[in-house]
């Protein structure tokens, strides 16, 4: 399992996959369903859905 937060390595939130089991470290725990990256000008913004429908967004 993959925890995802502030602190997570850019190498490891790049290398997630759908199907990966990732959590938040409260409330959020799951299999992920598809991923988003934006990139606003100061700092990238990562978006994983999960299949449960649930939003784990990490900025770096």
């Known amino acids: 399992m ?13 290398e997630i996959k759908e199907g990966d089991m990732v ?5 959020k725990t799951g299999l992920v369903e598809s991923i ?6 100061l700092y990238r913004i990562y ?6 429908g ?3 967004t990490v900025k770096k």
């Open 2 to 14: 993959i925890r995802l937060n502030e602190e997570t390595p850019l190498d490891v939130l790049n």
């Open 23 to 27: 959590t938040d470290t409260f409330s």
């Open 36 to 41: 988003a990256m934006t990139d606003d000008g």
């Open 47 to 52: 978006e994983f859905t999960l299949v449960t």
């Open 54 to 56: 649930r939003v784990i």
